[in-house]
């Protein structure tokens, strides 16, 4: 007889002979980047915190001066719609330049809030291969065909509209979904091309700029993706995440008027769960002031520099990464796990991603900098790599 407990072992065994097992570490935060893990002090090269916002003195100190409930303990349409969310939405509408934004507890919600009310089973969806999993659920939730086009590749994704005009399938809703910064590739979408494919064919942009918001941008907001190619108002909806660059919690939608609404009437993932916390968006909202004066991306461009420059003239294969998420190419499961290990043992954190993040065989560190890192933990990290990649025949 099969029990819960030997189905859950025989996975486990599964998993780890396929070099896929994963484990939680213990981490807690020391000083700016600093942290313990596993009882071991490191420098952390693994956090989303690219503004180092999660410890800023004015965001700890509005996040505090707010605490006087630790939640709702309501879905927002009964009785947890509090002021402070209204206050996060119209300042995260102004500064997507939206008509509107709807705030969710997290932004793997808001994806699917997104994608499971604007698509149905008579919508096609054409999403990148290398979207993230919030996408691909809520791509999968929603009922849609779904196309999946190459990596960033727009002539790829207009064969895949043409080869459905063919179809005679051009009576159905087009939805076309990118992310902006790809979460573990670190390169940027071809975002003004899909957006002139998108306007020909007349589909429905989503943007999920979870990595790129308050990073990206020509405007002293830094808004994103669409701000850096100018595109800001040919994009239907924006998706993005209040835990990265503004080291907050949290995720948001920026769309118009109606789609908020609809969103409110029909999003599940906005009804059927309690509201994000009031002293959550105080913080956001902190933190977006802090981010709006543009000292930390400017520290953070220069990190990012003198960082990838140094990798390549060690002989790594990053890609073609000009943003915080650095990835270093390793293919093999096992050894990227073993090259983790190996730098957390010298006091450098940096995550193997494997499958199912990346695809098999396509297994890569991933270098997370932030502008709270210093050139001496950038110089530490690079001295650490240079030795662990030798040892492992990498560079
Ligand atoms: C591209 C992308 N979208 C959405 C999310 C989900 O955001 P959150 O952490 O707020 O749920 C992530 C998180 O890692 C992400 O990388």
Redesign the pocket.
């Known amino acids: 007889m099969i029990t819960t407990n030997n189905f859950a072992k025989e996975k486990i065994l599964q998993l780890r002979k396929a070099n896929l097992y994963r484990t939680l570490r213990r981490v807690s935060a020391i000083r700016k980047m600093d942290i313990r893990i596993d009882g071991r002090r490191a420098i952390n090269f693994c956090s ?1 915190d690219y503004l180092g916002l999660s410890q800023n003195p004015a965001v700890l100190k509005a996040t505090r001066d707010h605490l006087c409930q630790i939640s709702q303990c309501s879905s927002r349409l009964v009785s947890g719609n509090s002021p402070d969310i209204d206050g996060l939405e119209k300042r995260l509408a102004k500064h997507r330049r939206t008509e509107c934004a709807l705030a969710y507890p ?6 699917l809030g997104a994608l499971t009310v604007l698509a149905d089973k008579t919508s096609i969806i054409y999403s990148d291969e290398f ?2 999993s ?2 691909i659920d809520g791509c999968r939730l929603s009922g849609a065909t779904i196309r999946i086009f190459r990596h960033n590749n727009v002539n790829d994704l207009q064969r895949l509209i043409d080869t459905d005009k063919k179809l005679k399938l051009k009576s159905r809703k087009r939805i076309i979904i990118t ?1 902006g910064i ?2 573990m590739n670190g390169d940027i979408a071809n975002l003004s091309e899909i957006c002139q494919i998108a306007k020909a064919v007349n589909a429905i942009t989503i943007l ?1 700029d ?2 790129g918001d308050f990073i990206l941008g020509h405007s002293k907001e830094y808004a994103g993706t669409p701000d850096l190619f100018r595109v800001s108002r040919d994009i239907d909806v924006h ?6 660059a503004l080291g907050c ?3 948001y939608i920026a769309a118009s008027y109606y789609v908020r609404e609809l969103l409110i009437n029909k999003s599940r993932q906005l009804i059927y769960t309690s509201a994000i916390p009031s002293y959550l968006c105080q913080a956001a909202i902190a933190s977006i002031s802090v981010a709006a004066k543009g000292f930390l991306q400017k520290k953070l461009c220069r990190n990012i520099e003198y960082f990838v420059e140094a990798l390549r003239k060690l002989g790594f294969s990053t890609g073609s990464s000009s943003t915080p998420i650095i990835p270093i190419i390793v293919r093999d499961e096992k050894s990227s796990v073993n090259i983790s290990n190996s730098l957390l043992k010298r006091g450098v954190f940096v995550q193997a991603i494997r499958y199912p993040t990346v695809k098999k065989g396509r297994a890569q560190l991933r270098v997370s900098l932030t502008a709270k890192h210093d050139r001496k933990d950038l110089d530490f990290a690079l001295s650490c790599l240079e030795t662990t990649a030798r040892k492992y025949q990498l560079i």
């Open positions: 989303n997290t932004g793997y919600m808001a994806n979207n993230h919030s996408i992310e790809f979460s999920d979870a990595h998706v993005s995440s209040l835990s990265k919690f949290g995720g």
